[in-house]
């Protein structure tokens, strides 16, 4: 089955200081890679979407500046939180879809990142 | 018009029980409808998924019931297990749409 990699599962870093996680498609080819953030028992709110080879569509409220997408093959998209706050604590998460917009989106394990 | 509204948010069985959870959407263009599982601390893992031609898919312990007219879906767990113990989201999706409308989750507990 497709595999998507999440690297890393933890970090914790500093405030004002970059924190890069990436995501990886493992056995297969993915164009197009979405980005998520979820808050404790809430649900995934979909932050961006990686497009390979061209910029990343962010949804409405997402400062591209802040949470900056390279997407630079079809098996690769990292996301790069800049100058961390605390308050940018959370669970990110990253799928990636094997296919046509109507075939299973897989996601990755998720890396949980802390803010000190 | 995006929408996807899932319910119950919580809900606790007692193993062997037959855990229910609903979802129902507005868009009619979605025609793709998966569940998702996912445990604390790890993503989302795809459970079972059906498209509107048919009325219900089965998969193991896990049964989805389709109705179009009513345009609602749910998630049927038969024998539930403590290891079913999860976060439960659906999901809508079409084949314009680039990416899935997410419900709201539904957090179970089945007891031992």
């Known amino acids: 089955g497709a595999v998507v990699s999440q690297h890393p599962s933890r970090v914790i870093c500093k405030s004002g200081t970059s924190v890069k996680i990436e995501c990886r498609s493992l056995?297969?080819?993915?164009?197009?890679m979405f980005w998520y953030r979820q808050f404790p028992k809430q649900s995934l709110m979909l932050m961006a979407t990686s497009n390979e080879g061209s910029k990343a569509t962010y949804e409405q409220g997402v400062e591209k500046d802040k949470f900056l997408i390279n997407h630079a093959s079809l098996t690769l998209s990292t996301l790069t939180v800049t100058s961390a706050h605390p308050e940018d604590s959370s669970f990110y998460i990253c799928?990636?879809?094997?296919?046509?917009?109507?075939?299973?989106?897989?996601f990755g394990n998720g890396t949980r990142l802390t803010v000190t | 018009q995006q929408q996807v509204k899932q319910s119950p948010q919580s809900l606790i069985v007692q193993k062997g029980g037959i855990p229910i959870i609903n979802c129902a959407y507005e868009n009619t263009a979605f025609d793709y409808f998966p569940w998702y599982q996912q445990f604390p601390g790890k993503g989302p893992a795809l459970l079972i998924a059906?498209?509107?031609?048919?009325s219900e898919k089965k998969e193991g312990r896990f049964t989805i019931s389709f109705n179009k007219s009513a345009k609602q879906f749910s998630l049927h767990i038969m024998d539930s297990q403590p290891g079913d113990s999860a976060t439960y989201f659906c999901?809508?999706?079409?084949?314009?749409?680039?990416?899935?409308?997410f419900g709201s989750g539904t957090q179970l507990t089945v007891l031992p």
């Open positions: 056995d297969f080819q993915a164009t197009t």
């Open positions: 799928s990636a879809r094997q296919g046509l917009s109507n075939s299973p989106l897989h």
């Open positions: 059906i498209r509107p031609d048919v």
């Open positions: 999901a809508a999706g079409s084949g314009s749409a680039r990416q899935l409308t």
